[in-house]
């Protein structure tokens, strides 16, 4: 009698290697083909699978994928090892991977880091590397931004610059001092202390109204922010940044230097001020 080339069983137990890692009692469907040997004894079918004690799997064949491959030192980025042949473990080394045992992980590099990945399986291994670069910042520093809108204040019908302290309120001032078409400088120095911190907004007259504020190196700068947190429209602007490296995505800053939050009295090209003055005023909380 000719032997089928696909058999339905109910598997009582396997002997041996199970086919496509099965080692329990189940109904499956096996491709006979994939078998170097078969025996039915009762109701128990052994089938020993083409590759031996391998149980028929191949070595991984890997690649790292680093997104982005470069960028200002805190960028966010993600790394995952790309492999065939269905490795079982992961052991990475270098930069935030370290140690990890896990397919991909993310983090904030500081500086440009190398990943080894050495993925395995029943068949063999593979070692696998892939790079992050840190690339040189236009901005002049954590915070800044990677092109355009630099100290750009001209551009509004005025400027007020308020010097802000940690622990102690600043104040933008009334009278037409944050009005229609101007900008508002909250100016800052971070301490020598690494940790996370905050600048936030309030407007203490007048209906709250949303605006764009963004945590720059430069004054009046309203660019392309390399840090996704810098940038904010609500409408108590706050943004949460660190001084010195972190793995939260927040901006991160240099210790001992100044930055500027930034508040443009427009949104989206309209007045938030119907009574033309905006007063405002500014906490700061460093590390």
């Known amino acids: 009698m000719r032997t089928p080339t696909r058999l339905i ?6 002997a041996g290697p199970a086919l496509y890692g099965a080692n329990t009692a189940s ?3 096996i491709n006979l083909s994939a078998c170097s040997s078969l025996t039915v004894t009762g109701s128990t079918l052994t089938c020993v699978p083409a590759g031996g004690g391998n149980n028929g799997a191949t070595a991984p064949a890997c690649s790292v994928v680093v ?7 805190g960028t966010a980025v993600s790394v995952a090892a790309s492999c065939s042949g269905s490795p079982t473990t992961y052991s990475w080394t270098g930069g935030f991977m370290q140690g990890a045992a896990t397919g991909s992980g993310s983090g904030n590099p500081a500086a440009t880091q190398t990943f080894t990945v ?6 063999g291994s593979t070692t696998a590397s892939g790079t992050f670069t840190v690339q040189q910042s236009t901005g002049g520093g954590g915070g800044g931004n990677t092109g355009g809108g630099v100290g750009n204040c001209s551009s509004f019908a005025g400027t007020v610059t308020v010097p802000v302290q940690s622990g102690v309120r600043a104040s933008s001032g009334s009278s037409g001092a944050f009005g229609n078409g101007t900008a508002l400088v909250a100016q800052f120095t971070t301490g020598s202390r690494n940790g996370f911190g905050r600048i936030a907004t309030v407007e203490f007259n007048g209906q709250p109204t949303p605006r764009t504020a963004v945590l720059a190196a430069s004054a009046c700068d309203f660019g392309v922010q390399q840090y996704a947190g810098s940038i904010q ?3 108590a602007p706050t943004i949460v940044f660190s001084v010195g490296p972190n793995a939260y995505g927040y901006p991160q800053l240099s210790p001992n230097t100044t930055y500027y939050l930034n508040i443009e009295n427009k949104n989206n090209g309209s007045d938030t001020c119907a009574a033309g003055d905006c007063p405002m005023s500014i906490d700061l909380v460093l590390p």
């Open 118 to 123: 050495t993925a395995g399986n029943s068949a």
């Open 67 to 73: 997104s982005p491959s470069s960028g200002a030192a």
């Open 9 to 14: 069983v109910a598997l009582a137990a396997v």
């Open 27 to 29: 109904a499956q469907s």
């Open 233 to 235: 429209v609500a409408m």
